[in-house]
């Protein structure tokens, strides 16, 4: 079967707390196991980030239940290729909530971080998220 991933962005409709970011992640975590689907998920002062990868059929119809998903809004898909090897074949949902990140963690890539996490900076150029989760995915090693 033939492997894709996407990637897209959104916007919270309220704050989410750390309960139901963790609840979120929970029923995730589960779900995408069972489905072998593997990914990353950014949360940033109210956007996320979103990578899914695995069997395209799989991917797309979950995608699909994502983007119906009340707690966000203005999802806008940025990559949606085929792959043929995983960026995150460990993680069935990796995850970091980027403003709770310290300073530490993040030399001198942390204001970068701020001013380029919103969905106007990805839409206007797409390539530049596969940059940002290739960094995470470096740092959350
Ligand atoms: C930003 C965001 C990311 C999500 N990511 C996933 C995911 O990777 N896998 C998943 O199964 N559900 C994800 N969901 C939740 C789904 O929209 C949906 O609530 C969930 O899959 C329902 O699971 P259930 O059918 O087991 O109750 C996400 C929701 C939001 C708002």
Redesign the pocket.
């Known amino acids: 079967m033939s492997l894709i991933q996407l990637v897209y962005v ?1 916007s919270a409709v309220r704050f989410m707390s750390d309960e139901e970011l963790a609840e ?1 992640l929970r ?2 975590r589960e ?2 196991a069972r489905l072998d ?1 593997t ?1 990353l ?1 950014l949360y940033n002062d109210g956007n ?1 980030i ?1 990578a ?1 990868e695995g069997p395209e059929e799989a991917v797309l119809k ?1 995608y699909e ?2 983007c119906q ?1 009340r ?2 809004v203005g999802v806008m898909t940025l990559v949606k290729e085929p792959i043929k090897t995983r960026l995150f074949p460990e993680w069935s ?1 990796g995850f970091q909530n980027v403003k709770q990140m310290e300073a530490a963690e993040l030399p001198g890539f942390s204001s970068f971080l701020t001013q380029s996490f919103t969905p106007e900076n990805f839409r206007e150029n797409p390539s530049r998220v596969t940059v940002l989760l290739t960094t995470f995915k470096k740092m959350m090693r």
Request: proline share 0%; no cysteine; charged share 15%.
């Open positions: 959104s979120l029923v995730s779900n995408n689907i990914g998920l996320f979103q899914l979950l239940k994502i998903d707690r966000h949902m």
